[in-house]
């Protein structure tokens, strides 16, 4: 089975809000909400992965040492293995905008199950919920 290494990114406002994206029509999973981010490039570095994702989904630049690595996913989907490192940012620059046709939403962790999301990304939310609160 192929595995495909995936990074994504927890990005807090002040209000303990995360960022959600949801996949938009004519992706694989559209209409579902995940963590900003995307696919490690062969030879890429997970942090210069999302680093990459960041600016090109959300026109934000953001520092490595804004980057925390918090836990990660491990998901078998039909043909192929997902694993993905999940990082907490609460600082960048620029204003978060959908680049890629996304919706977006600011959302509270407590709130992230009224969101349907990929199995992958389901398992991070009462990790979320615990750093909050």
């Given at each position: ?34 963590f900003p981010g ?36 491990s998901h078998a ?57």
């Open positions: 089975m192929k595995l495909l290494l995936v990074v994504a990114a927890a990005l807090f406002d002040e209000d303990n809000r995360v960022l959600i994206a949801q996949r938009p029509q004519g992706k694989q999973l559209a209409g579902l909400w995940e995307g696919k490690v490039d062969p030879g890429e570095r997970p942090e210069d992965a999302l680093i990459r994702e960041l600016r090109e989904e959300l026109g934000v630049a953001v520092k490595e040492a804004c980057l925390a690595p918090l836990t990660f996913a989907y039909p043909d192929f293995h997902l694993l993905m490192p999940l990082y907490v940012c609460r600082r960048w620059e620029g204003l978060v905008q959908p680049r890629e046709g996304q919706a977006l939403k600011w959302a509270r962790p407590k709130d992230l199950r009224q969101y349907p999301m990929p199995p992958a990304d389901e398992p991070l939310i009462p990790v979320l919920i615990d750093l909050v609160g």
